[in-house]
């Protein structure tokens, strides 16, 4: 069983479009994140959402937003997609906030903003 | 100010010799410290990890990292490279003990040669 998912795997979209991707964890955890990995591969965490509580990373631009419907699930929307947002996007879940807890993460939403 | 530095973008050894793959931190504080694993198109695996108890770390797939204070150091080592590790490795830190705000190197791509 596959503990954390996104879906779609791929994604290409035009520049103005608004974008949804979706996480799944079937670890009961409390916590998931959002990152964005850009094309250099360089991390940046983007959301950490914790039983209902959200933490908004300054530096993410209020065209992105988190929703979680529950908490196994916590979705991206993007509204007026531009060219920069192209990057592979990972969802992550863990038992806390704490750092010393393992993040799991899926596989990965590949985004390209044409 | 609070930093990661992996040292090396790039390391390549040839299967069944040694790996070193070089991390420095700068903290005023004592941060937990990880080191994950990428391999091609997947999400991250944790590796191991260092929360303030014993100062070497074994993790999983035979690595294991020593944290230096002294040398504010957590080198990733491996005895002897197997195929299987070429992959992505990401050192990275928390300076406060809160997930909200862990920061990643810039990753070291290994590759091993048969």
């Known amino acids: 069983d596959t503990a954390v998912s996104q879906t779609p795997k791929y994604l290409v979209t035009q520049m103005g479009n608004d974008k949804s991707i979706k996480c799944e964890q079937n670890l009961g955890h409390d916590t998931m994140y959002w990152y964005k990995q850009d094309s250099k591969k360089f991390l940046k965490i983007m959301f950490s959402y914790n039983n209902k509580e959200l933490i908004i990373n300054e530096t993410v631009p209020n065209r992105f937003s988190p929703k979680s419907p529950d908490k196994a699930h916590l979705n991206l929307h993007i509204n007026s997609l531009e060219l920069g947002d192209s990057a592979v996007y990972f969802c992550?879940?863990?038992?806390?906030?704490?750092?010393?807890?393992?993040?799991?993460f899926g596989p990965g939403t590949r985004l390209t903003v044409t | 100010a609070q930093s990661v530095t992996q040292l090396d973008s790039h390391v390549s050894v040839s299967e069944g010799t040694p790996v070193l793959l070089r991390c420095n931190y700068s903290s005023s504080y004592s941060p937990s410290l990880f080191w994950y694993v990428q391999h091609p198109n997947k999400g991250l695996q944790l590796l191991l990890k260092?929360?303030?108890?014993?100062?070497l770390v074994k993790g999983i797939n035979g690595f294991e990292a020593e944290f230096k204070k002294s040398e504010t150091s957590f080198h990733l080592t491996k005895p002897s490279a197997h195929m299987s590790d070429a992959a992505e490795y990401f050192c990275?830190?928390?300076?406060?003990?809160?997930?909200?705000?862990?920061?990643f190197g810039s990753g070291t791509q290994l590759t091993v040669l048969p």
């Open positions: 992550a879940s863990s038992q806390g906030l704490a750092a010393a807890y393992e993040q799991y």
């Open positions: 990275v830190v928390s300076f406060s003990g809160s997930a909200r705000q862990l920061t």
């Open positions: 260092y929360t303030s108890a014993a100062t």
